[in-house]
Every structure is written in structure tokens, then in C-alpha cells.
């Protein structure tokens, strides 16, 4: 089965600090991605990354950064936490499966407070 | 500019009841439309998908509709169940893309 895992499932970060949340993957996909999710938003597509040291940025990219150094690990950053980006963090990895298509596999989130 | 349009936000469903979402998309390049289910406190999982060339497609309890012309699709869950209480998330993409456009999310609350 696939794994996506991300590092850490509650956060607690103050205004202001930067705060990494970390993602990995054991099945060697190129594709990676961070959403963001809130309700009544749905999720909402923040980076994501074709390749090692590739990134695009989504619909909502500001406040954030990413990196991706190694292919099974991509890496988001927010730079200056502000309370607007508490929120749930998901992190997933695509592949498109032989004759059944494009698939997401997504982390179990992480749960994000700013204060 | 939101890809794909998804309602109801939030649904409510007696045991035994039909659950239905409607999702509706406007890029025809899209050729893969699945169907992510989400737990609380998880990720969300691909539940089921559909091509456009059937216009449904059923697996259990769970049904997708795919209307080509009119560019919509929906799930129904047959025989809902407490254990489906769920956020639903449509999808578009290529068969062979990279990418996925979601829609808002269902919040569905099957009671008992």
C-alpha cells in the first residue's frame, strides 16, 4: 500500500515563528502536493511539485514556500505563521496507474493553530 | 475560479436513505472524474471514479451518474449507512494528468 505520512498531526506555533511541515512518500511518485483544508472551502491547492527542485505554485501560494530536495519528500514552509493560516494541511502524492488512471494519495493531515 | 462546482456543502440522510451530490465542471478536457471519501481525522481516499465514456458507473452501494452533455456528475449511496457519514470531494483531471481540480466538499451525516 501506499504511504504518505506527514510529520506531525497537531501543531501549536505562535505569530510570527517559521514553521515547516514535513511529508513523505514510499512509492517513488513525481508528483506532490499541499492543500490546505477549511470549511466550506474544500481544498485548496497551495504547491505542488513534478520533480526534484520543481515547484509550482497553486491558487493560493502567498505566505507560503516549499521544498522538495529529495523526491520522496516534499517540505512546506510558512514563512511568518499568521493566525489566518490555522487550518488542516494535507499533503499528497499522484500517479497515473495503468489503465485506471490518475490517483491521489493523501497524509492524514496536520491540524495547524497559530496563536 | 473554481473548476469544479460541487453541492449540497452539507447533507443530512436517515439510515436507509439515498445520499446525493451533484458535482458540475466546465473544462472539456477533463476525461476522469473520481470520487474522494474522507473520514474524520484522515486523509481523503478515492472511493470511486468514472470516464466519460459510460454514463454510470456502480460499485456496492455507491453509484456515479455522468451527464456528458451537460457536464455533470453526481454519487449516490444507496442504503446509506451511519458508517458513511463522510466529507465527499469530487474531482476532474486528465485520465493522465497531473493534477486534480476538487470540488468544496459534502459534509454527510447519515443518522441512525
Known amino acids: 500500500d501506499v504511504k504518505v505520512t506527514q510529520s506531525s498531526r497537531y501543531l501549536v506555533k505562535r505569530t510570527g515563528e517559521k514553521v515547516f511541515l514535513e511529508c513523505v512518500q514510499d512509492?517513488?511518485?513525481?508528483?506532490m502536493f499541499w492543500y490546505r483544508q477549511d470549511p466550506g472551502l474544500g481544498l485548496r491547492l497551495i504547491y505542488f511539485?513534478?520533480?526534484?527542485?520543481?515547484?509550482e505554485k497553486g491558487d493560493i501560494p502567498e505566505g507560503y514556500s516549499v521544498s522538495r530536495e529529495k523526491k520522496e519528500r516534499f517540505s512546506l514552509i510558512l514563512e511568518s505563521a499568521s493566525t489566518n493560516q490555522t487550518s488542516m494541511y494535507l499533503c499528497a502524492s499522484l500517479t497515473v496507474r495503468t489503465g485506471r488512471g490518475t490517483e491521489a494519495f493523501f497524509g492524514q493531515g496536520t491540524r495547524l493553530t497559530v496563536v | 475560479q473554481q473548476q469544479v462546482k460541487q453541492s449540497p456543502q452539507s447533507l443530512i440522510v436517515q439510515k436507509g436513505g439515498i445520499s446525493i451530490i451533484n458535482c458540475a465542471y466546465e473544462n472539456t478536457a477533463f476525461d476522469y472524474f473520481p470520487w474522494y471519501q474522507q473520514f474524520p481525522g484522515k486523509g481523503p481516499a478515492l472511493l470511486i471514479a468514472?470516464?466519460?465514456?459510460?454514463s454510470e458507473k456502480k460499485e456496492g452501494r455507491f453509484t456515479i451518474s455522468f451527464n456528458k452533455s451537460a457536464k455533470q456528475f453526481s454519487l449516490h449511496i444507496m442504503d446509506s449507512q451511519p458508517g458513511d457519514s463522510a466529507t465527499y470531494f469530487c474531482a476532474a483531471s486528465r485520465w493522465t494528468g497531473n493534477q486534480f481540480y476538487f470540488g468544496t466538499g459534502t459534509s454527510l451525516t447519515v443518522i441512525p
Open positions: 512509492m517513488d511518485h513525481e508528483n
Open positions: 511539485s513534478y520533480d526534484v527542485k520543481m515547484k
Open positions: 468514472i470516464r466519460p465514456d459510460v
